[in-house]
């Protein structure tokens, strides 16, 4: 049975109405999510800063490890933004944003593109917004040589898996640029937030040796940075995933075949505040991260309607370059080229065999 069918999609909504308890914020588990991610990412920073005298070696390893805390800062930034982690609108906001200042991700403007994002994955109309920009085969195949070249460019795993993540988190993220009526009323508090993160940058350079400020952070948002954009590749840039024009989209398909299950160890999940469970967390983004393991074990049934990685098989995933709409799938440019050869030969057999007969 697929996702179109009326009794699978009355299990899901019987599944949804199910994990409605998991909604509710456990302030407990707030709070020690809250400890154990600012607590170890702090002392790790400041043993950073302390070791760029003695071993530069030391300082990058402890700041792949220390990328990984604040990828958990970030989930909780992440969780308030979607309205849930705990209770209250005004602690949600607080604890938001002052984890958007380790991250370096605007809070409230990042979180309403990210509600964009929720409301239209896989839409192709609205691509670029809250995701990595992908063409169609048929929209390729319109390009030029110089600009089939540059989307090249664009995916190939230096630009997209390490020099994007770090101009998205340093640069993109500091200007606004989604020209929707709705974000220009908002634009202001992205310009606020950045006067406050250049100026905590500014005090903490002011008084300790910038340098090392600008090398340690640095160097943690570059890996945080590259993390981030990695999971939401795998989560969005899978083979069979969803992409469809505004008049053929669905939202449960795309909460489900759209988002994938990336089935890590144990700690990493832990690391990465559970968000490998995304095609839970797309079905119902006011669950918690913390909750969201729980949602698959009352449930499992639901896996078999989303794509299951594991990591090696992530690896892989690099070669996808075009969303293929006649088969639903992503495809490598080797597949494109080769259809796009074997195409042009057909084109020349049939024109010399009319030439023959006429």
């Keep these: 049975m697929t996702l179109q069918s009326k009794e699978v999609r009355a299990k899901v909504s019987d599944v949804l109405k199910k994990w409605r308890p998991y909604q509710k914020p456990n302030h407990k588990k707030a709070v020690v999510q809250i400890l154990n ?57 607080v604890i938001g944003y002052s984890c958007s200042l380790f991250s370096s991700i605007p809070y409230h403007y990042w979180a309403k593109s990210h509600h964009f994002h929720h409301q239209h994955n896989g839409m192709l109309e609205v691509r670029d917004i809250g995701d990595i920009h992908t063409l169609t085969v048929d929209e390729f195949k319109q390009k030029n040589r110089w600009q089939r070249f540059l989307y090249r460019i664009y995916r190939t795993p230096l630009v997209l898996f390490v020099l994007g993540p770090i101009y998205y988190v340093m ?35 002011w008084l300790l040796d910038w340098q090392k400020i600008i090398a340690v952070h640095g160097i943690t948002l570059g890996f945080f940075a590259i993390i981030a954009v990695w999971f939401f590749y795998v989560q969005h840039q899978h083979e069979h995933g969803y992409k469809h024009w505004k008049v053929n989209w669905d939202f449960l398909s795309a909460a489900i075949t759209g988002s994938s299950y990336y089935k890590l160890p ?93």
């Design 37 to 93: 991610s600012f607590l170890p990412f702090i002392g790790i920073w400041i043993l950073m800063y302390l070791l760029w005298d003695i071993s530069k070696w030391a300082v990058v390893g402890l700041g792949l490890l220390n990328a990984f805390f604040l990828v958990r800062i970030f989930i909780i930034q992440h969780d308030c933004g979607h309205r849930t982690f705990v209770r209250s609108g005004f602690w949600r906001n």
């Design 171 to 205: 640069i993109h993220n500091r200007l606004p640029l989604i020209n929707f009526p709705e974000f220009k009323k908002i634009k202001w508090s992205l310009y606020i937030y950045n006067g406050v993160l250049i100026g905590i940058i500014a005090l903490l350079c």
């Design 266 to 358: 144990r700690l990493m999940n832990w690391f990465t505040g559970n968000i490998a469970i995304h095609h839970v967390h797309h079905l119902n983004p006011a669950i918690p991260n913390y909750h969201l393991a729980a949602c698959v074990e009352a449930t499992p049934w639901i896996n078999q309607y989303t794509t299951e990685i594991t990591f090696w098989e992530s690896l892989k995933l690099m070669s996808h370059k075009l969303w293929d709409e006649s088969t639903e799938r992503m495809i490598s440019f080797k597949e494109f080229y080769r259809r796009e050869k074997k195409s042009g030969q057909l084109q020349s057999s049939t024109r010399n065999k009319e030439e023959m007969v006429a």
